[in-house]
């Protein structure tokens, strides 16, 4: 097959985009009602990369004019200690949204600690009651890293509507909600994982194709139909220090009509998307203050 003219999809450019946007609203709302809109993120341990979504959120809340706080707790915390702290800040007015980064050094925990938060201050979309409104159809919180894909395809003129659309990944944080947002778009959703048959001709049915593995070049050329876009929603270290996502974009992106590198592509919206969450929390808490 000869190479065709295709579209890579800028994650950083929409992103930015999307936090001039947050930015100004949130100065507008400032004004507008004396309240700064406040995002406080809890990390606990010292997982390295878990510490560099902690400052890149952060960054993001400067350039927003978010009030941010940070709470580092040792990894050995107890439990109990941090539901309190997530009580206390449920409990603060000025706090209107409150993220704990996840994987947490004891894993059991998560269910607990996510369902602590006030769903209201959930700017993650984790809790329950989120989750049980995006299956409804009338979240106002939706999870970051799928809100940031529809933002994408908008960016570049995809309408879902009526299409073909293929999650690969039923995982809570990505593939499941990615599958509900694009239904409520009105795309015909399927939703594939590791005991799928036929994978590949599944795959080649999409006129979007959501790789949500977490598995370096999973997604290959004969999987994916020539003109179909392709949004790559995974981060893999390689060997060689070099991300990679689930998509082999050399060989897969010659075919598509659109398609997200990584990095470069999903990863700068989920931050994003979080800013437009720690708005719209404030602005819900703030009119029924
Ligand atoms: P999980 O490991 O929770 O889920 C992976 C999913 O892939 C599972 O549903 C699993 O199926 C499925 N899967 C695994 N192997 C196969 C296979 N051989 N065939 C078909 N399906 C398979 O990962 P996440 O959803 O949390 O993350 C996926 C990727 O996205 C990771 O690389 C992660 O780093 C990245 N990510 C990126 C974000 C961003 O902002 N860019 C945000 C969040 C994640 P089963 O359920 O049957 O086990």
Redesign the pocket.
């Known amino acids: 097959m000869s190479a065709s003219a295709y579209q890579i999809i800028d994650g950083k450019a929409v992103s930015l985009a999307s936090k001039e946007q947050t930015a100004k609203a949130v100065a507008a709302f400032r004004q507008a009602t004396g309240v700064q809109p406040c995002l406080a993120v809890v990390l606990v341990g010292d997982d390295p990369a878990s510490r560099v979504y902690v400052n890149n959120k952060k960054k993001a809340c400067e350039f927003c004019g978010i009030r941010s706080l940070e709470y580092a707790l040792p990894a050995e915390t107890e439990k109990d200690e941090l539901l309190a702290l997530i009580e206390k800040l449920n409990a603060d007015p000025s706090v209107h949204g409150i993220l704990v980064q996840l994987p947490l050094p004891r894993p059991g925990d998560e269910e607990a600690v996510i369902a602590a938060i006030s769903p209201q201050k959930d700017v993650d979309a984790f809790h329950p009651v989120n989750v049980g409104k995006i299956m409804q159809g009338t979240a106002e919180l939706l999870p970051?890293?799928p809100a940031?894909i529809l933002a994408l395809l908008a960016a570049a003129g995809v309408t879902v509507a009526g299409k073909d659309c293929v999650v690969?990944?039923?995982?809570?944080?990505?593939?499941k909600p990615m599958a509900m947002l694009l239904l409520r778009e009105h795309g015909t959703v399927t939703i594939?994982?590791?005991?799928?048959q036929n994978?590949a001709a599944k795959c080649r049915e999409a006129d979007i194709l959501v790789a949500?593995?977490?598995?370096p070049k999973?997604i290959t050329a004969d999987m994916v139909k020539p003109g179909a876009v392709v949004i790559d929603?995974?981060?893999?270290r390689l060997e060689n220090g070099k991300l990679c996502g689930?998509v082999d974009f050399d060989a897969v992106a010659p075919r598509t009509a659109a398609i997200t590198p990584?990095p470069g592509?999903?990863?700068p919206?989920?931050i994003a998307m979080l800013m437009q969450n720690t708005l719209t929390a404030a602005k819900t808490q703030t009119q029924q203050g």
Do not use: E, P, Q, Y
């Open positions: 970051c890293t940031g690969v990944g039923r995982s809570n944080i990505v593939g594939c994982h590791s005991k799928t994978l949500a593995v977490g598995k999973f929603v995974g981060v893999n689930d990584v592509g999903v990863g919206m989920t």
